[in-house]
């Protein structure tokens, strides 16, 4: 079965930075593409990242563009999520996720917590 383990998340200072980390198992991680979401208090779902299948090609929300780098270790099946200068809105539940294509679907991690603040 597809597993999504997210890991890397805790509090952290306004302006500081954090490393997420997202393992996965079950499927053939380097033919899909991985994106990241993250579940905001008091604004629901929001998208933040996608990264193509050899980690050339990605696309971030205009809320974390320099700022966050999403990238991807095929060799170890991790996709990372890089946050630098934090902001307090930045605080929200963060989703690894697989982009499904053809008939596959997607699928989302447990997610990790992220708080910023000072």
């Known amino acids: 079965q597809v597993q999504l383990v997210e890991s890397g998340g805790g509090l952290v200072q306004p302006g500081g930075s954090l490393r997420l980390s997202c393992t996965a198992s079950?499927?053939?991680?380097?033919?899909?593409?991985m994106y990241w979401v993250r579940k905001v208090p008091g604004k629901g779902l929001e998208w933040v990242s996608d990264?193509?299948?050899?980690?050339?090609?990605?696309y971030y929300a205009d809320s974390v563009k320099g700022r966050f780098t999403i990238s991807r270790d095929n060799a170890k099946n991790t996709l990372y999520l890089q946050m630098n200068s934090l902001k307090p809105e930045d605080t929200a539940l963060y989703y690894c996720?697989?982009?499904?294509?053809?008939?596959?679907?997607?699928?989302w991690g447990q997610g990790t917590q992220v708080t910023v603040s000072s």
């Open positions: 079950g499927y053939d991680f380097r033919g899909y593409w």
């Open positions: 996720a697989r982009r499904g294509w053809g008939t596959d679907q997607d699928y």
């Open positions: 990264i193509n299948t050899a980690g050339g090609t990605t």
